[in-house]
């Protein structure tokens, strides 16, 4: 397989275009789910969660177009006000000039990391969340602490690292509500920064779910389309 950058800007219709049938990052801890009952044929063997997730990815292969229902909620709509001056924060705060993500490819994974440098990319958690943020902080300062933290960001920083291949991450939680507190220790903890470093028994397992996966949309695209 190939690594490949797509240079395009996301959420645009040629982003899109290029996302179809991919598993991407965001959704990756999606397979790594497991069913309730062992050793069963329904799905596939597959958890209800996963078998879902490849029906969202069969549907845009085989209609050739998104087909996502979610149109964002107060967190995501906050996360995307939020996401420009959190860059330039990371960006003074670093001294590092950053790329837009673009677009990444890797066989059947897809991945958009919010900001690249070096050989390296920035994931942006700008937190709705005032009482996760805080926790965040607090407890979160390697990798394990992430996964106990929050499983859907460590596959998600995970399976970025795989599909983009960069030697690691940042993780970047942002609150700049906080810049308006009079406190200087209060007002200082705006950011918080985790380095995360790949992980190549995880990449065993996100190879082995994403082919299951793949093999499963792909069985049942050729049932509708034969």
Known sequence: MERKKHNVEQNTPEWLAARLGKFTSSQIHRLFTDPRTKNTTKNYGLSNTAFAYCESKLAELFYQEDVA????NDATLYGHENEIQARLAFEQITGIETQDGNFWTYGDNGSSPDWLFNDSFCECKCFYSKVQYVRFVRTVNSADELKAFSKDYYYQTQHQ??????????????????????????????????TIHPNEEVFKQ???RVKVAAEVVQDMLNELLK
């Open 69 to 72: 229902t979610f149109g964002g």
């Open 161 to 194: 690292l795989y599909t983009t291949g960069k030697d690691y991450c940042i993780l970047f939680g942002y609150d700049g509500r906080l810049l308006n507190k009079k406190d200087p220790k209060r007002n200082s903890r705006f950011y918080h920064a985790v």
């Open 206 to 208: 996100i190879e082995a």
